[in-house]
């Protein structure tokens, strides 16, 4: 695939704004995987304010200097090695503070906003402050009320915005009805347009390319319908297993983790309506209708809808892995779900009658996740034969992000013999630089005050309301839980489910 026109189409050119970046949990897993090293990257393309103040917060000992040595440690690990040699380590730690204290202390939160204004290098910096919230989800109340007792959330308006704002990370809530007492707390202290709801899918480029695709070409849309779609796939395939996460997994498995949030969003962007506008409202509006046309199902009818699993012992790349249940802090008989397959239906014109398949587990032969558009087979076998779903557009979200289209070809010689081919769009390929961490979009978007790769209230709702069935269902035992062998593409329940519509999984 070549590069025809190498001028951005959509204009991105947006001034860095000053303003004080908060990390409650900034001696956490995430903070240290994702957030410093973003923050550092785009600090290193310039696209942050020189006057910005990152400031960490967590129960820790630790002075300024002791938490910079943390983040130099992290980005030496998660940017890589000899990060911290770079000059803009320089710049960039020197905008590094810390704020050590208990979340159940008022006294930290009202010497953090005290010390606000003297960690900024700018008068604007300490008022725009963004709070993002890297917390467990049980002291996630308690974080709110301290805020606005101490005065943190004090809202201010000016022509970057309304601040502070407030980034909120996963689980949100755990069913329908904790997502809308977590809302109900949250707009308690903040208005809609301060809170930044994350789904870090949201910010991967190859996700927002599917509304460049879709949206900023004419030859697609007029075939994106049950017209001429069979049926779409969706995978989010992980090899890595529960990793250091297990006491927050085993409270949400796969359905929780995954489906409410980052299935439920590739879904509601591949199936949404073109929008009137490409803004936060627009955009998001349409995919909220999506997940409200989604299909609810009864409660008995669960099993043949979705199959849940739990990986046993394998083997990974060659290397044995243990089961689910003796992965460590893991309670022995534990029957929280590692991998979820199921079949959606969209009730709309467009999708009346396409089943959307979707499928997510740990401990998967490998990871990758992609959308695979089935095309529906030529109504005659003009060529005496067929050759089965000749025409699938493969959207690979990652790695190797890209697009490919699948289709009939003649092979060549005196016979009319036919193969299926492929054509591939390959971002490295095409572009030829690095694709950046989600979390760096998502970051600057918060800070530019654009909100439409982020949650609303609304969609998770809708989202959660789309699987309330299959949660009580499981929760009174009414589907059994599987086992899959680490290393292997899930129970043959989940083939089961394809097989019983005359369909099959695509071959990843
Ligand atoms: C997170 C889930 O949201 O996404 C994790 O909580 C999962 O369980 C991760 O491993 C996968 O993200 P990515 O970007 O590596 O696909």
Redesign the pocket.
Known sequence: MTLLDDAPILGGGRTPIPCTFVIFGAAGDLAKRKLLPALYRVWQQKHLHRDTAIVGVARRDWDDNAFREEVAAALEEFVGPGTTKQPEWETFSRRLFFAGFDMTDQDGYKALHDRLPEMSASEDAPRRTVFYLSIPPEVFQLVLGQLDESGLTDSTTDACGKWPRIVVE?PFGRDLESSIELNKLLVGSFSEEQIYRI???LG?ESVQNMLVFRFGNTIYESIWNRRYIDHMQIT?A?D?G??T?AG??EQ?GALR??VQ??LIQLLATVAMEPPSAFDSRHVRNEKIKVMESIRKINEEDVAEYFVRAQYTAGKIKGTDVPAYRDEDRIAPNSVTETFVAGKFFIDTWRWSGVPFYIRTG?RLPK?I?QIDIVFKEPPMLLFGRRSPHANVLTMR??PDEGISLSFAAKTPGISLDLATVQMDFLYSQAFRQDIGD?YETLLLDVIQGDSMLFARADMHNAAWEVLVPVIRAWEDTLAPLYRYPSGTWGPEAASDLLRQDGREWRPL
């Open positions: 996963k789904d870090h899918y991967k989010v992980e890595l529960v990793g996460r927050t997994y949400m983790d995954i949030n980052h740990k990871r996740t979200i990652q989600a």
